[in-house]
């Protein structure tokens, strides 16, 4: 090993090294606990002192995705045997099920809102994009600056006319009007962060293109994007996790139809019943596809946030 | 900005190029690249933009469409200055943003460092470190309040293990002392990975060879902390600070979630006043008129502050 005046001494990298490890932990451990609370009973969920050995239960998931009545033991005893083990663990509590909850249909809402507007910012973003890069647009300074102004708009401000504006054109709760709504939230990033992927893509290519006969849109799909993929996909996850996360405007412009989780996750704890251990099934099951998400592209991820910020 | 080579490049080149092969001119293929987006932002930004400048002057109520419409002039904006609850809306909202950005910046700006001690799994742990701010602020709101419960939170326990308090004695959501610090711990717990993520990418844009330079010349690790890594950090670290103080200017979901602006109306930042304004008490002429004035305290305040932050890049 050669030595070097600016390298860290070993000593030092490993005391580095377990302070960091240790806040990691310090971290972990809220998302590690709501982890647990999901495959709680609710009386373990709310014990003293908090348990951290326990019998694991399903209970948390089967009441986020049933809703239940409560019947009297004559009625339980006389039901036929349960079905399957979701009515057992229901049964035990002296209930049964009455159907579905609505927490599907919410997570079916998140699901298709966000991968719509994510592929609509994509799509309207790399064009907009590869314009800002490629070409003399008039004012296109002041419209770049415009574009990301639109973000320092607290969201309840920008609630207001929307609210109105779709309530005349039929749009509100309705996932057409949520996914244009998060697109033009999404859209300024993404022009931002695709427009500093393709400043670094060289002209070159393109005009060999342009010569060798490709027509510019030909040059655009045939050499640019190819080029570009990396940071158009870094760019879709940071929309995909926006659109996945956002409150502001879902709780103020969806109430049932087009509703997502984020909202509806709150409500589960239900009147009274503090039924912690589904609502922690619930955050568990929508946080989960964010956290893989997060670990597999780290790499794609840590680059855009910090590229992201550093160009603005 | 500064006209980069490519730009320049890209200026200057194609345009002849294109229009021998094509008959569309270059301005118009700009258009249909940039057009739709401009389009959207027009009938999305826009557009609500000036209707809620222009309702901001009216005494108009969203839960009542057919009553007519009343120009008010600037009545609206006159109340909201000298509406006391307005200021106390906008205490608690700069005791959130003080504190949010101190706890984060040290704490950032100190994992960031210690991370560029470039131990071995650096990485790994960086993205564990990060996933906090990943998640919807909603839920992670949510589940905070269980943490926070008296008795059985997590927190609680915690609090009480190390300090031997009694852990049903304090209500950190509950009591008006605690609750302000209570979503200033949450917001730190999710947001303190930016701030890392920013100077980390400051720290490592800074050569090896001026801390050789440094070394050789005698100057202590010290000395080189603060003549060499601060300064030249500086820049990064107040760009973090800029982005977390405008993000925690506009916060409702996290704090609404823990507290729903209570007890009382200590956490109630100025975006959750205002959503009560506009969407419970449908006073939206009012609330129209507020709207305008935070976001131009923002933009106010955001310029100000880039000016400041260019000077120190120069430097």
Same mark, same amino acid.
């Given at each position: 090993?050669?030595?070097?005046?600016?390298?860290?001494?070993?000593?030092?990298?490993?005391?580095?090294?377990?302070?960091?490890?240790?806040?990691?932990?310090?971290?972990?451990?809220? +998302?590690?606990?709501?982890?647990?609370?999901?495959?709680?009973?609710?009386?373990?969920?709310?014990?003293?002192?908090?348990?951290?050995?326990?019998?694991?239960?399903?209970?948390?998931?089967?009441?986020?995705?049933?809703?239940?009545?409560?019947?009297?033991?004559?009625? *339980?005893?006389?039901?036929?045997?349960? @079905?399957?083990?979701?009515?057992?663990?229901?049964?035990?509590?002296?209930?049964?099920?009455?159907?579905?909850? &609505?927490?599907?249909?919410?997570?079916?809402?998140?699901?298709?809102?966000?991968?719509?507007?994510?592929?609509?910012?994509?799509?309207?973003? #790399?064009?907009?994009?590869?314009?800002?890069?490629?070409?003399?647009?008039?004012?296109?300074?002041?419209?770049?600056?415009?574009? +990301?102004?639109?973000?320092?708009?607290?969201?309840?401000?920008?609630?207001?006319?929307?609210?109105?504006?779709?309530? &005349?054109?039929?749009?509100?709760? #309705?996932?057409?009007?949520?996914?244009?709504?998060?697109?033009?939230?999404?859209?300024? *990033?993404?022009?931002?962060?695709? &427009?500093?992927?393709?400043?670094?893509?060289?002209?070159?290519?393109?005009?060999?293109? +342009?010569?060798?006969?490709?027509?510019?849109?030909? @040059?655009?799909?045939?050499?640019?994007?190819?080029?570009?993929?990396?940071?158009?996909?870094?760019?879709?996850?940071?929309?995909?996790?926006? @659109?996945?996360?956002?409150?502001?405007?879902?709780?103020?412009?969806?109430?049932?139809?087009?509703? #997502?989780?984020?909202?509806?996750?709150?409500?589960?704890?239900?009147?009274?019943?503090?039924?912690?251990?589904?609502? @922690?099934?619930?955050?568990?099951?929508? +946080?989960?596809?964010? *956290?893989?998400?997060?670990?597999?592209?780290? &790499?794609?991820?840590?680059?855009?946030?910090?590229?992201?910020?550093?160009?603005? | 900005?500064?006209?980069?080579?490519?730009?320049?490049?890209?200026?200057?080149?194609?345009?002849?190029?294109?229009?021998?092969?094509?008959?569309?001119?270059?301005?118009? $293929?700009?258009?249909?690249?940039?057009?739709?987006?401009?389009?959207?932002?027009?009938?999305?930004?826009?557009?609500?933009?000036?209707?809620?400048?222009?309702?901001?002057?009216?005494?108009?109520?969203?839960?009542?469409?057919?009553?007519?419409?009343?120009?008010?002039?600037?009545?609206?904006?006159?109340?909201?200055?000298?509406?006391?609850?307005?200021?106390?809306?906008?205490?608690?909202?700069?005791?959130?943003?003080?504190?949010?950005?101190?706890?984060?910046?040290?704490?950032?700006?100190?994992?960031?460092?210690?991370?560029?001690?470039?131990?071995?799994?650096?990485?790994?742990?960086?993205? $564990? $470190?990060?996933?906090?701010?990943?998640?919807?602020?909603?839920?992670?709101?949510?589940?905070?309040?269980?943490?926070?419960?008296?008795?059985?939170?997590?927190?609680?326990?915690?609090?009480?293990?190390?300090?031997?308090?009694?852990?049903?004695?304090?209500?950190?959501?509950?009591?008006?002392?605690?609750?302000?610090?209570?979503?200033?711990?949450?917001?730190?717990?999710?947001?303190?990975?930016?701030?890392?993520?920013?100077?980390?990418?400051?720290?490592?844009?800074?050569?090896?060879?001026?801390?050789?330079?440094?070394?050789?010349?005698?100057?202590?690790?010290?000395?080189?902390?603060?003549?060499?890594?601060?300064?030249?950090?500086?820049?990064?670290?107040?760009?973090?600070?800029?982005?977390?103080?405008?993000?925690?200017?506009?916060?409702?979901?996290?704090?609404?979630?823990?507290?729903?602006?209570?007890?009382?109306?200590?956490?109630?930042?100025?975006?959750?006043?205002?959503?009560?304004?506009?969407?419970?008490?449908?006073?939206?002429?009012?609330?129209?008129?507020?709207? $305008?004035?935070?976001?131009?305290?923002?933009?106010?305040?955001?310029?100000?502050?880039?000016?400041?932050?260019?000077?120190?890049?120069?430097?």
């Amino acid at each position: 090993m050669s030595y070097s005046i600016t390298e860290p001494s070993s000593r030092q990298k490993k005391v580095a090294g377990s302070l960091v490890i240790l806040y990691a932990f310090i971290t972990l451990v809220p +998302l590690f606990w709501v982890f647990m609370t999901g495959f709680k009973t609710p009386p373990d969920s709310i014990s003293y002192p908090p348990k951290i050995l326990f019998t694991p239960s399903l209970e948390g998931y089967v009441n986020l995705f049933t809703t239940r009545t409560r019947v009297s033991p004559e009625t *339980l005893q006389q039901l036929p045997p349960p @079905a399957n083990f979701a009515e057992e663990i229901v049964r035990n509590r002296n209930m049964v099920i009455a159907g579905p909850s &609505k927490y599907g249909e919410r997570f079916l809402n998140s699901v298709i809102i966000g991968f719509g507007s994510t592929f609509l910012s994509i799509f309207l973003g #790399t064009l907009a994009a590869y314009g800002f890069s490629r070409f003399k647009v008039p004012f296109k300074d002041d419209l770049l600056f415009f574009i +990301l102004s639109t973000r320092m708009m607290p969201p309840i401000a920008v609630a207001i006319p929307i609210f109105l504006m779709y309530r &005349k054109l039929g749009l509100s709760d #309705t996932h057409v009007g949520m996914i244009l709504l998060y697109t033009a939230v999404n859209i300024s *990033l993404a022009v931002w962060l695709l &427009k500093g992927f393709m400043d670094e893509i060289p002209l070159e290519y393109e005009e060999a293109a +342009l010569i060798d006969g490709y027509t510019r849109f030909q @040059a655009f799909y045939k050499v640019v994007l190819p080029q570009a993929a990396t940071g158009i996909a870094s760019t879709a996850i940071f929309c995909l996790i926006f @659109a996945w996360n956002e409150y502001a405007f879902a709780v103020l412009l969806t109430s049932g139809t087009a509703q #997502t989780a984020p909202p509806f996750i709150p409500t589960i704890i239900g009147v009274g019943g503090l039924d912690w251990p589904a609502m @922690a099934a619930g955050a568990t099951i929508f +946080l989960l596809p964010v *956290l893989i998400f997060t670990v597999m592209l780290r &790499k794609h991820l840590l680059r855009g946030i910090t590229f992201g910020a550093v160009r603005k | 900005m500064s006209l980069d080579p490519v730009e320049q490049a890209a200026r200057a080149t194609p345009v002849t190029v294109a229009k021998k092969i094509r008959g569309l001119s270059d301005r118009a $293929i700009a258009w249909i690249f940039v057009g739709p987006t401009i389009l959207l932002l027009l009938a999305i930004n826009i557009f609500p933009l000036i209707w809620t400048i222009n309702l901001s002057f009216t005494n108009y109520k969203a839960n009542r469409p057919n009553r007519p419409v009343e120009y008010v002039g600037l009545r609206n904006y006159e109340r909201i200055l000298n509406d006391s609850d307005i200021w106390l809306n906008m205490q608690a909202t700069a005791h959130f943003l003080v504190w949010t950005i101190v706890f984060q910046v040290l704490i950032g700006f100190t994992l960031a460092w210690l991370i560029n001690r470039k131990f071995k799994g650096n990485d790994l742990w960086t993205t $564990i $470190i990060v996933l906090p701010m990943m998640l919807s602020p909603a839920v992670v709101g949510n589940f905070w309040t269980f943490f926070y419960q008296p008795q059985i939170g997590l927190f609680n326990y915690v609090v009480s293990f190390f300090t031997g308090a009694d852990p049903s004695s304090f209500e950190m959501l509950g009591s008006v002392d605690l609750a302000p610090w209570a979503i200033v711990i949450v917001d730190t717990w999710m947001w303190t990975p930016f701030v890392m993520l920013i100077c980390l990418a400051g720290l490592r844009s800074i050569p090896n060879y001026i801390y050789e330079a440094a070394a050789i010349d005698r100057a202590s690790k010290w000395r080189q902390f603060w003549t060499i890594t601060i300064p030249m950090v500086l820049p990064f670290l107040m760009l973090a600070v800029l982005f977390r103080g405008i993000e925690n200017f506009k916060m409702f979901d996290l704090v609404v979630q823990l507290t729903g602006g209570g007890p009382g109306s200590t956490t109630e930042l100025a975006s959750i006043n205002l959503k009560r304004e506009a969407f419970e008490k449908w006073r939206t002429g009012y609330s129209s008129a507020f709207a $305008i004035i935070l976001f131009v305290t923002v933009f106010g305040l955001a310029s100000i502050y880039v000016k400041a932050l260019n000077k120190v890049k120069e430097r």
